[in-house]
């Protein structure tokens, strides 16, 4: 193509941008109706809409940066999933206990012909939920030789309950997702992809005032600490102006 071809080319491309109805193009793609919600709403109505549906996003918790769950009341949800679910009728008990850094997992298992203690250790290598990355990435410091399909099951029950916990939802279901649609890595690194599990995904992509919860927040990081899992929360958009704000207000009294 000759200079003056390209030229011609790049005139006539630039006319037909002009042309374009712009604004005809946003309100498709959604964006002045988005526009139109971050005028119509303060940060303190978007918050407190998305407090009436997740009481554990406490002002408290997003500037402390960390929202903690007991491990007994984890363990007490997740034994529940278990203990309810065929799939596990020969698992009699769960236990979970935490150092700095480490999840210890008991499991109680007993057949006719297998009675056996199976005690795995675990650390967290990243956490992350939010609209760029939905992953969490284990390592497990202990050797399995069988059953790792049904164990990693219990593994996203354990981070799907976490996740329940930490935002204080009511009613949340017991229903697992495929675990094979969930976990993509096995053992002895396990990565579990929470927005396939259908209770995350839906939690996560539900709207409220024409936002979602993570318009609002991120879950970025994840913690064993003595009897508690501990779960960074990142505010981000309007809500972490108002975070900044009250955060202010605190350095300068």
Not at 41 to 49: A, G, K, L, R, V
Not at 108 to 120: C, E, M, P, Q, V
Not at 164 to 172: M, S
Request: net charge neutral; charged share 25%.
């Amino acid at each position: 193509m000759s200079s003056e071809d390209a030229v011609e080319e790049a005139s006539s491309i630039l006319m037909k941008v002009k042309k374009v109805d712009i604004r005809g193009k946003l309100n498709e793609l959604g964006i002045l109706d988005k526009a139109k919600q971050l005028k119509a709403y303060s940060e303190n109505t978007i918050w407190n809409e998305i407090q009436k549906h997740f009481p554990g996003l406490t002002m408290d918790a997003l500037l402390e940066g960390w929202i903690p769950i007991s491990l007994d009341l984890l363990q007490q949800h997740v034994s529940e999933y278990i203990l309810s679910s065929p799939e596990f009728k020969d698992i009699r008990g769960l236990q979970l206990r935490a150092d700095d850094g480490v999840l210890h997992m008991l499991l109680d298992w007993r057949t006719a012909i297998k009675n056996a203690s199976i005690k795995l250790d675990y650390t967290i290598e990243s956490f992350a939920l939010n609209k760029e990355k939905d992953e969490v990435v284990l390592h497990c410091q202990t050797k399995l030789y069988e059953e790792p399909n049904r164990v990693n099951t219990i593994l996203q029950a354990v981070f799907q309950k976490a996740v329940e916990l930490a935002l204080k939802i009511k009613g949340a279901s017991n229903k697992q997702a495929d675990n094979q649609a969930v976990v993509t890595k096995f053992f002895p690194k396990i990565t579990l992809h929470m927005m396939q599990i259908p209770e995350i995904k839906q939690i996560a992509e539900k709207q409220y005032l024409g936002f979602t919860l993570l318009d609002v927040v991120h879950l970025t990081d994840a913690r064993f600490r003595p009897g508690a899992l501990e779960i960074r929360v990142q505010p981000v958009g309007l809500v972490k102006n108002l975070v900044d704000v009250v955060r202010r207000k605190q350095i300068a009294s």
